[in-house]
């Protein structure tokens, strides 16, 4: 079936610098959708991208979707204690939507 | 609207029992979905549902029924408890699903945390 690979599991940043996670999956995605989850919490919605290529922004964050449609990154530019939790992506598989494993942010002022 | 109401937030079972998690959305959101999140193991999907009357095993159905007699109400049975089954459990709804290529975002309960002994 449908595997969406997220790298890095973990990350550790201090504060003020950048963060990128990635997210690959085995086969092309007609759209993939990015959440985050802070610690303790659920899962929150952040941005659905559709189109080849396709960047948007969302102040400090920028999302990208591949030309191929068969990957994704998020990347955060000057990260502070707040951007803390876990980011995961989703692509569709049939019907459901898969997620990834997640990557975790831990950040140290 | 309240969203989407999990209960209960705790539950601690032996192995053997049954159970059934509740989830209910005020949203008349067609799609409704259980995952489970394990460390390491991120969000696993267990079953879901496109509208009242139909639903789907997802990644990990083993040991889990559900059903969908009304738009508002999914609940996850779990029919005889196992300690693998410890984990927390979320409850995810969103907005029509049927014949669409893209998905609408995804609205999380808050969780239930199971602890099977």
């Known amino acids: 079936g449908q595997q969406v690979m997220q790298i890095p599991q973990y990350q550790h940043v201090q504060e003020g610098e950048d963060f990128t996670t990635y997210c690959n999956s085995s086969t092309t995605l007609s759209n993939i959708q990015w959440y985050k989850q802070r610690p303790g919490g659920h899962p929150v919605f952040l941005i659905q991208l559709v189109k080849s290529g396709e960047v948007k922004k969302q102040k400090r964050l920028t999302f990208q979707f591949g030309e191929a449609k068969k990957n994704s990154s998020l990347h955060i530019t000057a990260t502070q204690t707040t951007d803390v939790g876990t980011y995961f992506c989703a692509g569709k598989a049939g019907t459901a939507l898969i997620f990834g494993k997640g990557t975790t942010l831990s950040v140290s002022s | 609207n309240a969203g989407v109401t999990q209960t209960p937030k705790f539950q601690v079972l032996k192995t053997g029992q049954s159970m059934t998690l509740q989830c209910a959305q005020d949203?008349?959101?067609?799609?409704m979905s259980w995952y489970r999140q394990d460390p390491g193991m991120g969000l696993r999907l267990i079953h879901y549902s496109v509208g009242a009357g139909i639903t789907d095993q997802g990644e990990v159905p083993n040991g889990y029924n559900v059903s969908r007699s009304t738009t508002e109400d999914f609940p996850l049975r779990l029919l005889s408890a196992a300690p693998s089954q410890t984990s927390v459990y979320f409850c995810?709804?969103?907005?029509?699903?049927?014949?669409?290529?893209?998905?609408?975002?995804?609205?999380f309960g808050n969780g239930t945390r199971l602890t099977v002994t």
């Open positions: 995810a709804s969103s907005y029509g699903a049927t014949g669409s290529s893209y998905n609408s975002p995804l609205h």
């Open positions: 949203m008349n959101h067609e799609y």
